[in-house]
């Protein structure tokens, strides 16, 4: 259980989530999970899975840049900038959005376990 361990678990979560894995992601996600997405949407466990399943949004590319990991005793967080491609495939709305992020993890039965994740616009540049 290190901070390498940790960031190899959030390349892994986009990765399931590229492919639209939802049994994999489900595997990676803690009890009591929440998300809060860029828009403002916020999603449990279930709702978030049930996104997933019904191919609601189509991620194209889901990659994570600037990390840094800390581990608080058996949790850690991640922050970082991540980068999304998406298309929704009701509407065919296409779109990139990159972010900051915050990702909380907890160390449970031998691997990272996702608790929550939040992501906020970068800051204007100038």
Same mark, same amino acid.
């Given at each position: 259980m290190d901070e390498q361990s940790l960031i190899a678990a959030e390349h892994r979560r986009r990765r399931l989530s590229v492919e639209g894995d939802a049994a994999g992601l489900e595997a990676?996600? #803690?009890? =009591?999970?929440?998300?809060?997405?860029?828009?403002?949407?916020t999603d449990d466990r279930e709702s978030y899975l049930a996104r997933i399943r019904a191919g609601e949004v189509h991620y194209t590319t889901m990659t994570a840049h600037d990390l840094d990991a800390h581990l608080i005793g058996s949790a850690g967080w991640i922050r970082g900038v991540s980068r999304v491609?998406?298309?929704?495939?009701?509407?065919?709305?296409? =779109?990139?959005a990159?972010?900051?992020?915050?990702?909380?993890? #907890?160390?449970?039965?031998?691997?990272?376990?996702?608790?929550?994740? #939040?992501?906020?616009?970068?800051?204007?540049? =100038?």
């Amino acid at each position: 259980m290190d901070e390498q361990s940790l960031i190899a678990a959030e390349h892994r979560r986009r990765r399931l989530s590229v492919e639209g894995d939802a049994a994999g992601l489900e595997a990676m996600m #803690a009890d =009591g999970f929440y998300y809060a997405h860029l828009n403002g949407l916020t999603d449990d466990r279930e709702s978030y899975l049930a996104r997933i399943r019904a191919g609601e949004v189509h991620y194209t590319t889901m990659t994570a840049h600037d990390l840094d990991a800390h581990l608080i005793g058996s949790a850690g967080w991640i922050r970082g900038v991540s980068r999304v491609g998406y298309r929704r495939p009701d509407t065919g709305e296409e =779109g990139l959005a990159e972010t900051l992020f915050l990702s909380v993890w #907890a160390h449970e039965d031998g691997g990272w376990r996702i608790a929550a994740y #939040a992501s906020t616009q970068l800051p204007a540049q =100038g």
